[in-house]
Every structure is written in structure tokens, then in C-alpha cells.
């Protein structure tokens, strides 16, 4: 990302030449085109040099050195304030959780990410939620029920959905992507042509590069490096009457997450 730059990474289990390979290689997204080395204790992309350290208590990584500013928390382990605060003893100035947190502050782009102030120094990108027995079973072989806690970070970035809304996620064997089934009963009654055209409104103007819009024909691996959030999927949609209402939309639950994360940074960096 050009609003972005990266110029330190922390894994206490990867070793830098394994790096290299990993970041060449990916089963889901392909081959990385340009050019990965290893210089010293430096990773090397393109020719831009990137510290690794190699910590597992994060108060130990020495962000301020290596010239990071901001921290993106995505361990899934240090979840809370408290323990995510501990990278700012290493020099870093804000830290980004990019799992659920009990206590930092909720935020997502194009919804309610105007209400960041930057006296907070740990917030929470929304992102992915716990496990179950179930989840241990054969990927490939099952389509798994699973919890969710999207529905309820719906209600903490958007309060008046709160109550309103739940949900559950079904796992499947496809690496990638995601699609949302979204049910809804209206109080005001709205044809479904009239709200694909305020869908694609948002779309082309107010949530550009964060909401997208097709008409195509599409399956999931179409979405597979798809940087939005959500892609609304205008014909897949159906209307029982103009108050009920079943509204479908993909997303690449990696690289789109990865670009707001991405996002968020770039926000923060402009309120300072």
C-alpha cells in the first residue's frame, strides 16, 4: 500500500529464510512477482528493507527503533488493552488489535471509523471470532456450522442495529472468499430495483473502494484478490414483498480485511 509502509515484523516461530519462501508462495493468492531476499537480519521486498524480530513478549520488540509508529496486533493472543498496551513500551505510538477485543474500541472503515479520536492508543479492527469442536473436523470434507461474532459487532459499530440482528457462519471447503445471506424484514416497504440502486449509489460515490457492486454472473473464486469489504450481488438477491427482503455479498475474507486494516492506519495517521 503507498499509504502504507511497512518496516518491521514480529514472529517468534518463522525463521527469514522460510519468510522468503512463504511470502513467494501462496496456494490461495499465487506467485509474488517481484523480488524476495534476505539481507542480514533484514527481509528484503523489491528492495525495501524490513526488520524481523523475533520476540514472544511484545514488550520486548523494539518498534521505536526499527521506525514504527503503528502496530497491527494480529496474534490473535494479546486481545485485551492491557496486553496489547504492551507494545508501546518497545516505541511504538498506536496499536491496531485485529481480532475481537473485550475492552478497545471498535472500528470499521466506511461505517463508524469517523468517531476515532487519537487520544485512544489501542483500538480494534473488526475481524474474526472463536472456535468449536466442530471446526476441528475434516475441511474438506464438510460443510461446518459455526458461530459468528459478526452479528454483534454489527451492534457495536452501528448501536441502532443492536438487538436487531444475529447470525451464524456455515464453514466450507474453498480456501478463500466469503458471502453474506443477509435477511431482512423493512419497516418501509422498498421494490428490490430500488435498493440495488441505492447499493450502487454507495458503491460509485460515498463507499468507493470499500463497498463494490456487480450484476455479473459471478462465483466466489471471481473474488478471490478483491480488495472491497463487501461486493453487493445484485442478481443474486431475492424479494419475498417490498418488506422482506434476502440481500447477497461477497468478500475476500483476507485481502479485503487486510486492505482496511490497511485503511484504518492511513486514518489514524491523518488525525494526528
Not at 525495501?48 to 520488540?61: L, M, Q, S, Y
Not at 516505541?91 to 472503515?109: H, N
Not at 460515490?205 to 466466489?220: A, C, D, F
Request: aromatic fraction near 8%.
Amino acid at each position: 500500500s503507498k499509504k502504507v509502509e511497512v518496516v518491521a515484523i514480529n514472529d517468534p516461530f518463522i525463521d527469514l529464510d522460510y519468510m522468503v519462501y512463504m511470502f513467494q508462495y501462496d496456494s490461495t493468492h499465487g506467485r509474488f512477482k517481484g523480488e524476495v531476499k534476505v539481507e542480514g537480519d533484514k527481509l528484503v521486498i523489491d528492495g525495501h528493507k524490513i526488520t524481523v524480530f523475533h520476540e514472544r513478549d511484545p514488550a520486548n520488540i523494539k518498534w521505536g527503533e526499527a521506525g514504527a509508529e503503528y502496530v497491527v496486533e494480529s496474534t490473535g493472543v494479546f486481545t485485551t488493552t492491557e496486553k496489547a498496551s504492551t507494545h508501546l513500551k518497545g516505541g511504538a505510538k498506536r496499536v491496531i488489535i485485529s481480532a475481537p477485543s473485550a475492552d478497545a474500541p471498535m472500528f470499521v472503515m466506511g461505517v463508524n471509523h469517523e468517531k476515532y479520536d487519537n487520544s485512544l492508543k489501542v483500538k480494534t479492527v473488526d475481524g474474526p471470532s472463536g472456535k468449536l469442536w466442530r471446526d476441528g473436523r475434516g475441511a474438506s470434507q464438510n460443510i461446518i456450522p459455526a458461530s459468528t461474532g459478526a452479528a454483534k459487532a454489527v451492534g457495536k459499530v452501528i448501536p441502532e442495529l443492536n438487538g436487531k440482528l444475529t447470525g451464524m457462519a456455515f464453514r466450507v471447503p474453498t480456501p478463500n472468499v466469503s458471502v453474506v445471506d443477509l435477511t431482512v424484514r423493512l419497516e418501509k416497504p422498498a421494490k428490490y430495483d430500488d435498493i440495488k440502486k441505492v447499493v450502487k449509489a454507495a458503491a460509485e460515490g460515498p463507499m468507493k473502494g470499500i463497498l463494490g457492486y456487480t450484476e455479473h454472473q459471478v462465483v466466489s473464486t471471481d473474488f478471490n484478490g478483491d480488495s472491497h469489504s463487501s461486493i453487493f450481488d445484485a442478481g443474486a438477491g431475492i424479494a419475498l414483498n417490498d418488506h422482506f427482503v434476502k440481500l447477497v455479498s461477497w468478500y475476500d475474507n483476507e485481502f479485503g480485511y487486510s486492505n482496511r486494516v490497511c485503511d484504518l492506519m492511513a486514518h489514524m495517521a491523518s488525525k494526528e
